[in-house]
């Protein structure tokens, strides 16, 4: 199967129902994107299809065929982060930081589609990107951070 996965042309010799995780995962080496409770209820596994955010655990490899993929790995470099990424380091949201890569697709998602969003509708967006360590203040502080960097890009 064929995938356009952080703006390059990658193929997998996968079953159909692999799920799109270990296809990013085990097959094209982007580790960046976790496993987290393979029910798509945490959103560590979230990356971008076709410019939407999707759970990767759920989503099976024929689903993604053809499909335009970015994973984290696919939003900034270490040189040139994203500014959700660099906002994030900006006010230190992580704390273990095995969640952050699927919460940092999910800001990313959500500043795509409103650039100044409120703490409620941050609050919805990113409800479904769980947090064991009860980071999101932080985490909402960081997307604040964002939206006023992108806002002065």
């Known amino acids: 199967?064929?995938?356009?996965?952080?703006?390059?042309?990658?193929s997998a010799d996968v079953e159909d129902d692999m799920p799109l995780l270990w296809v990013l995962r085990d097959e094209l080496g982007l580790v960046g994107t976790k496993y987290g409770c393979g029910i798509?209820?945490?959103?560590?596994?979230?990356?971008h299809l076709d410019g939407m955010p999707v759970r990767a655990c759920q989503v099976r490899a024929v689903e993604a065929e053809g499909g335009e993929i970015l994973t984290i790995e696919g939003l900034g470099t270490p040189e040139?982060?994203?500014?959700?990424?660099?906002?994030?380091?900006?006010?230190?949201?992580?704390q273990c930081g095995y969640c952050q890569s699927g919460q940092i697709m999910q800001a990313a998602w959500l500043l795509e589609s409103n650039p100044d969003p409120t703490d409620d509708?941050?609050?919805?967006?990113?409800?479904g990107n769980l947090c064991r360590?009860?980071?999101?203040?932080?985490i909402r502080e960081a997307i604040h951070a964002a939206a006023a960097r992108l806002r002065e890009a």
């Open 1 to 10: 199967m064929d995938f356009t996965v952080n703006g390059e042309l990658r």
């Open 40 to 47: 798509a209820q945490c959103g560590a596994c979230t990356v």
């Open 80 to 94: 040139y982060p994203h500014p959700v990424q660099q906002a994030w380091i900006d006010t230190q949201a992580a």
């Open 121 to 127: 509708e941050i609050d919805a967006v990113m409800s």
């Open 133 to 138: 360590c009860g980071a999101y203040p932080r």
